[in-house]
Nanobody, 127 residues
Framework: QVQLVESGGGLVQAGGSLRLSCAAS????????MAWFRQALGKEREFVAA????????GYADSVKGRVTISRDNAKNTVFLQMNSLKPDDTAVYYC????????????????????WGQGTQVTVSS
C-alpha cells in the first residue's frame, strides 16, 4: 500500500507560481511512476503531468506544457509540480497519483493505470 499526501496548494494571482509536493510512504517509491491530475469544479478529472520511476521520462498536457515542470526526489519519496505563469483556468483540485512499474521506464498519461491517489490540494488562481 502507498499513501500519498499533497501539499503546496493555495491562492495565487494570475501570472504567479506555486510548487506542489506529494510525499509518498509505504512501498518502494522509486519503482513507481507518478503523475499529477486536476479536477476543476463541475469538470472531469484531467491529466496534467507524469514522470517515470527514474525521472528520465516526463509527459505534459498541452494546456500546461512550457509552464509546468514535474520532478521527483526518490531519496525523499517526493514528487513535485512546479507551476509558473498560472492562469485562472488552472484553478482546480490537484491530485497526485502513483502506480508500480515493472519492466522498462515509462509514463502513463491516463488515469486508469494509477492505483494510488492522494486526497488533493486546492489551487486557486485569481484574475
Amino acid at each position: 500500500q502507498v499513501q500519498l499526501v499533497e501539499s503546496g496548494g493555495g491562492l495565487v494571482q494570475a501570472g504567479g507560481s506555486l510548487r506542489l509536493s506529494c510525499a509518498a510512504s509505504g512501498r518502494t517509491f522509486s519503482r513507481y511512476a507518478m503523475a499529477w491530475f486536476r479536477q476543476a469544479l463541475g469538470k472531469e478529472r484531467e491529466f496534467v503531468a507524469a514522470i517515470s520511476w527514474s525521472g528520465g521520462i516526463t509527459g505534459y498536457a498541452d494546456s500546461v506544457k512550457g509552464r509546468v515542470t514535474i520532478s521527483r526526489d526518490n531519496a525523499k519519496n517526493t514528487v513535485f509540480l512546479q507551476m509558473n505563469s498560472l492562469k485562472p483556468d488552472d484553478t482546480a483540485v490537484y491530485y497526485c497519483a502513483a502506480t508500480p512499474i515493472t519492466g522498462s521506464d515509462h509514463v502513463y498519461t491516463s488515469s486508469d493505470p494509477y492505483y494510488y491517489w492522494g486526497q488533493g490540494t486546492q489551487v486557486t488562481v485569481s484574475s
